[in-house]
């Protein structure tokens, strides 16, 4: 007897429980999946949202979240998805080749149908060998060991010594109920780095929407001054911390070190089995940092279909045409760069 058909349909707002429930029991799927973004996308970002998801016999089997990026400076976009590390199509292992193949049709005419330059799929695994990649970026995903102190030795000695020396510091790690305290290290970092701020308001939705499974963790000095803060999300058994700041302090006290420690003995406690450290450009100082953790460099595969530029673009701050920009912004005042900023970023994606 022959299959049911696919069929593509769009996500309404009474699709939306059955849509996360796929997502969360899908093994391809990623916290970056869930239908929440396509409200964070269109109301902080204003971009125009298209989540795809092919249904058999009334049963969602496949789901693919887009997002259109539209910029005079860095062009035009169908994207899966900004803001996000992961995307792409997310199926289940049974979905069948016809569904992903029907998403995929859909998406590119779609592309068309707007006129964008480029298609990017942020996908974890490849699934075009024939498309054009970008080779900027990996990620770096580990098994947490269920007992605390199997992971403190699991960290290679010279990182361990780091841990040991934020804790002989007597720096204190704190849950914060908003991100007033992340922002600030937050925003104070990337202008340092010469690169825009998100908006605060990016960050305290992402805090509203998701609840307990976003959490911002901040770590202080004994005294209370604030040296290091980040925000993480909490996805099945895995733990991901995202967003990240620090004090120009926090180096010389191994603040970064026991904030991520920390982060990993809670996660450890309360069960959680993988940590995610994210994506990173290879070659940067983060790149490096996590790899000295024992973290071992996936490889993403960001596949592009293109139909109006001849290559993958790179619109970031590896990128040399950016360097007289990056030099300029970091002599930004912070408040002149947490006002500007948002309205740059949200066409960065």
Known sequence: ????PVVVKTLASAD???????????????????????????????????????????????????????????????????????????????????????????????????????LEYRNLTARHDDWPRQDLYVTFRKAILPEVEDNMLAIPRKQRAMVRKGIKNGLVSHIDADVDRFF????????????????????????????????????????????????????????????????????????????????MRRACERGYRLFDYGRSKIGTGPYSFKKNWGFEPQPLSYEYCLYKRDGVPQNNPMNPKYRLFIAAWKRLPVGVANAIGPHIVRNLG
């Open 16 to 118: 939306v429980p059955r849509w996360d429930a796929f997502v969360r029991r899908c093994p391809e799927a990623t916290f970056f999946h869930l239908a929440a973004w396509q409200r964070i996308t269109e109301q902080i970002f204003r971009h125009r949202t298209f989540f795809l998801f092919a249904e058999r016999a009334g049963e969602i089997v496949a789901v693919l979240p887009l997002a259109e990026v539209k910029s005079r400076l860095f062009g035009h976009a169908l994207t899966s998805l900004p803001f996000c590390v992961y995307g792409g199509i997310a199926a289940d292992a049974d979905a069948g080749q016809e569904a992903i193949e029907r998403l995929e049709v859909e998406a590119d005419a779609l592309a068309r149908k707007l006129g964008v330059q480029h």
């Open 1 to 4: 007897m022959d299959r049911l």
């Open 184 to 263: 600030a290290v937050y925003a104070d970092n990337v202008l340092r780095h010469g690169t825009p701020a998100l908006p605060k308001r990016f960050f305290q939705t992402l805090k509203d929407t998701f609840g307990d499974d976003c959490e911002v963790l901040t770590v202080t000095d004994p005294d209370g001054k604030v040296l290091s803060s980040v925000l993480t999300f909490y996805f099945r058994d895995e733990v991901l911390p995202y967003y990240a700041g620090d004090d120009l302090a926090a180096r010389d006290l191994a603040a970064n070190d026991f904030k991520y420690w920390e982060l």
